[in-house]
């Protein structure tokens, strides 16, 4: 059965259609299409506080398409959800209705707590070492969601307005900053061996431009010096000499920051990249509610 994600975000916005099938007794999550388009929401509300008719018509057109591709496609389900930069426009919700009127599908605006816990329901621990602990870290436009997993269990998590789009608008304050690295002080001070599990479309591809294949990590030292070599390029010479697309090109060098001051504050050398996200984790969530409702009494 295929299942169809979309996420809302503050730089772009995602449309995943995702097979399930059982192997040998587990499911198999198998990413069949993936459509991103850069709307960049954030530009709008982390300046103006709301969203702008240019920007809304541009958001309803490509999830009108969304829409007739969903139903194309024939989903056994689908889930919208939209994150921090719908969180603070202060039409959001109108937003959300003309959607709704315009699209035909229906759209949750998520807290950053409900968006932590879909981007960790991903159940990528699952893969690691039980004895060890981790830090999921997702970094967005608007936002970044923290989870501390220790002992089979989570046992912390925050979000915090500091993201990609908001830090190229000089929007982030510094008292946010302060307040995660107190917070990631707090929390993970004497828990070792401590990993990080990164998320997200930055730290994606900056794994892929690492060029490492035998394993899924990359360490602080070799992300320090892909931040450092981001940083000697001018916007224009990522897209051009990097192959970057534009709306990459900009947002991947405080992407890397972020990554970088948590894994120092953490104490972290190294940082896992799985490359799933939130519509990974919607879909994750489909598939166990699918499941659940299939179940019936055994007669």
């Keep these: 059965m295929v299942f169809a ?35 960049r929401l954030g530009e709008d509300v982390f300046m103006q506080g709301k969203i702008t008719d240019a920007k809304a018509d541009r958001l309803i057109m490509a999830l009108q398409g969304f829409s007739q591709l969903i139903k194309a496609y024939g989903v056994a389900g689908y889930r919208a959800v939209a994150t921090s930069a719908m969180r603070d426009a202060s039409n959001g919700m109108q937003i959300i209705e003309r959607i709704k009127k315009e699209s035909d599908l229906s759209v949750e605006i998520i807290d950053g707590k409900n968006e932590a816990a879909l981007v960790f329901s991903n159940h990528i621990e699952e893969m690691l070492n039980p004895k060890h602990a981790y830090l999921y870290i997702d970094v967005g436009g608007g936002s970044t969601e923290l989870t501390l997993y220790f002992d089979n269990k989570v046992i912390a998590a925050k979000s915090f307005n500091i993201g990609t789009v908001r830090m190229l608008l000089e929007k982030v304050a510094k008292e946010e900053w302060e307040e995660m690295k107190s917070w990631l002080k707090r929390n993970t001070t004497g828990i ?53 697309k534009p709306d990459r090109a900009d947002v991947i060098v405080p992407a890397a920051k972020i990554f970088l001051t948590v894994m120092k504050n953490a104490d972290i050398e190294k940082v896992f990249v799985p490359q799933v996200g939130l519509s990974d984790g919607l879909v994750h969530q489909m598939y166990e509610t699918h499941k659940k409702n299939q179940k019936s009494p055994s007669l």
């Design 192 to 244: 070792h061996p401590l990993s990080a599990i990164g998320s997200g479309g930055n730290i994606n591809k900056i794994f892929k431009m690492s060029g490492k294949k035998e394993t899924k990590h990359l360490s602080y030292d070799r992300l320090k010096g892909i931040y450092e070599m981001l940083c000697s390029y001018t916007y224009q010479e990522r897209i051009e000499r990097l192959d970057l």
């Design 5 to 39: 994600a979309i996420d809302i975000g503050s730089n772009a916005m995602r449309l995943l259609f995702c097979r399930v099938y059982m192997v040998d007794g587990k499911p198999h999550f198998n990413k069949e299409e993936l459509i991103r388009m850069p709307v």
